[in-house]
């Protein structure tokens, strides 16, 4: 069994080289190259190869739903991109940035017409539960998406709220992946359903992290515009949070910080970060990223017979929660 996490991303790029190509109009086509030639963590493939492996499946044959949650999330990157006006995905230009909106949208829907070719090759019994898991779990992310552009509007988002559109939003395609995996290698369905709950907290916690390290991060680590929640208004739960803790004249002003768009932002995020720190959201953040990690281990426990298979994904909750990019 494969066992690096380096090794299991390496073969999936191998893949994707072979299955991407620039056909024409290359208008379509070049910026779907673009965006999947970027890299990134590869976190979601990974999880499918992993999960289908340790079940018995031959890594040859997670490959393609691999590759359908991949080209799935990176579809959903793009349109998001345009959404919240990103002007960096990965440190480079994001689509819309590098072609324009319109060429966007529509290498978008293209690769979202991809994902869902890639699961084709399945037989009958394995194409249906795949096919049902991945497009449930693509209407929650659309609809995650939704709660988080809602949210920027709205004065009274709650925690739980933001939590519920996280779990969508990022947290169901780890869910997915993970059970994608199993069903492959042909685990029991206490173990899918373990397997999926082990993605959710996982995804929470995974999310929580990249919120604190849009405020917190190292810029030349990060990938991103480090500030780029507080530049767009995002109720985070850093942000959250922080209304909780902080004294009224405090709160207050977080509230007018995230109700203006300065020509400048610099200042405002410097201002935001440092009301973070003040009232503890910061460190609460974090306590709460190490909960969820805490809570998708103990789902490994429904594989108490595996005990390869404990140690490796809990080895692989342990990167995500020192990551610092």
Known sequence: MIESVDLYRQAFDDYLGRILHTPQPAGLYAPIDYIMGLGGKRMRPVLVLLSGELFGAPLEKSLPAAAAVEIFHNFSLVHDDIMDAAPLRRGQQTVHRKWDAN????????????????????????????????SRTALEVCEGQQYDMDFESRDDVTIAEYLRMIEFKTAVLLGCALQMGALIGGAKKAEQEALYAFG??????????????????????????????????????????ALELAGPGDAQELRDLYSVRPIDPQPKVNRVRKLFEECGADTRTREQIESYTAQAFDHLEVLSGKGKAQEVLRAFGEWLLRRDF
Do not use: H, W
């Open 200 to 241: 959710i907290q996982l995804g929470l916690a995974f999310q929580l992290q990249d919120d604190y390290l849009d405020v917190f991060g190292d810029p030349e680590t990060f990938g991103k515009q480090v500030g780029g929640d507080i530049i767009e208004n995002k109720k985070t739960y850093l942000y959250l949070r």
């Open 103 to 134: 060429t966007a949208i529509l290498s978008g829907d293209a690769m979202l017409i991809k994902a869902y070719q890639q699961l084709d090759g399945y037989e009958p019994d394995l194409f249906k539960p795949l096919t049902r898991l991945f």
